[in-house]
């Protein structure tokens, strides 16, 4: 594909600028929101920012977990070797969860309760995937299983020029359109009166559901698999499990 842009005498990696764009996506589509809403825009960079910051921690502490043994780690850092804790390498669920956490932190700086920001957040969020996920798709990472049918992808390998023979299933622009579609979805409801974290629960149930099926087309085995099951589909097992408890207390506190 196309790791890299050249701007004259400049080199950008794709899928870090497609991580650039998503953040100023996701901070100008909220900072608007804050605005309709009488929020104060500088809350919202305090928050974005802490949610930024805590994602990138959380993206690559996951991708550290579910790609090195305990004993590989033990190793590297035994010879002086932490060249695992850099590189591109990142797992969007660990920055998921990460970043409510941030957010949380960031609402706390900001003095203003968490609830302010979920519905200038949440529905952006899914946008700002998709994006992401076209940057894997230039970056020739994450890509599906090996498929030769309808708009199969082919990977050109930027060492020697060649295209692969093999094709594989476009599981990231198949992805991207999801996350739009769920994006729409947020943002409706967005606009009508919700019970507070809902929105937040209705993203990470549509996403878990979502992610767990699109699992199945990816061939992405050395994330780990256990027990058949890759470890995204356990976490997005554990999301939908707490998701469903998370409502039913909901529902009896209203009782």
């Not at 991580?19 to 996701?26: C, D, H, P, R, S």
């Not at 198949?174 to 606009?191: D, G, H, P, Q």
Request: charged share 15%; aromatic share 12%.
């Amino acid at each position: 594909m196309c790791p890299y842009i050249h701007i004259h005498k400049l080199t950008l990696p794709t899928y870090g600028l497609c991580i650039a764009i998503a953040a100023v996506v996701m901070v100008v589509y909220a900072m608007k929101q804050a605005k309709k809403r009488n929020v104060l825009t500088e809350d919202v960079l305090i928050v974005s920012a802490m949610c930024a910051a805590f994602a990138l921690i959380g993206a690559k502490v996951m991708y550290i977990f579910v790609t090195y043994s305990m004993a590989e780690l033990i190793e590297l850092m035994k010879k002086g070797d932490f060249s695992f804790m850099g590189g591109s390498g990142l797992v969007f669920l660990g920055g998921l969860l990460f970043a409510i956490v941030g957010a949380w932190v960031g609402s706390l700086v900001a003095k203003q309760k968490l609830v302010v920001f979920e519905d200038l957040i949440i529905p952006i969020v899914p946008v700002g995937h998709a994006i992401g996920r076209i940057g894997c798709l230039l970056a020739g990472c994450c890509y599906g299983k090996v498929y030769d049918g309808l708009f199969a992808i082919h990977y050109k390998n930027i060492n020697t020029g060649e295209w692969s023979t093999k094709g594989y299933f476009p599981v990231q622009p198949l992805e991207a359109l999801l996350n739009c579609v769920i994006a729409v979805v947020l943002y409706r409801k967005s606009k009508k009166e919700h019970k507070e974290y809902f929105l937040l629960l209705d993203y990470l149930l549509y996403y878990a559901i979502m992610r767990f099926g699109l699992e199945f087309l990816r061939g992405d085995a050395e994330r780990g698999v256990y027990g058949g099951i890759s470890t995204s589909q356990w976490i997005c097992m554990a999301l939908v499990l707490v998701n469903v408890l998370v409502r039913v207390v909901a529902m009896k506190k209203k009782k």
